[in-house]
């Protein structure tokens, strides 16, 4: 079957694809996990503390990607 559409780039190295993939777990999970570690250790003050993280290690690594 031959699509007209754009060319699709493959990764051209394992390590690329291996990067990629943890990339993606890790993401999922903390999406599922942030639920029940902000219920189980204290709600606001978990939060605080997770978007502190997410805003000195997050954002400056957004940054670099862009």
Same mark, same amino acid.
Do not use: C, H, K, Q
């Given at each position: 079957m031959?699509?007209?559409?754009?060319?699709?780039?493959?990764?051209?190295t394992?390590?690329?694809? *291996?990067?990629?993939?943890?990339?993606?777990?890790?993401?999922?999970?903390?999406?599922w996990?942030f639920?029940?570690?902000?219920?189980?250790?204290?709600?606001?003050?978990?939060? *605080?503390v997770?978007l502190?993280?997410?805003?000195?290690?997050?954002?400056p690594?957004?940054?670099?990607?862009?």
């Amino acid at each position: 079957m031959t699509t007209s559409g754009p060319d699709r780039s493959l990764f051209t190295t394992t390590r690329g694809a *291996l990067f990629a993939t943890a990339g993606v777990a890790i993401g999922l999970g903390n999406i599922w996990r942030f639920p029940y570690m902000m219920g189980r250790d204290g709600g606001v003050v978990f939060l *605080l503390v997770y978007l502190v993280f997410a805003l000195t290690i997050g954002a400056p690594m957004l940054i670099a990607e862009w």
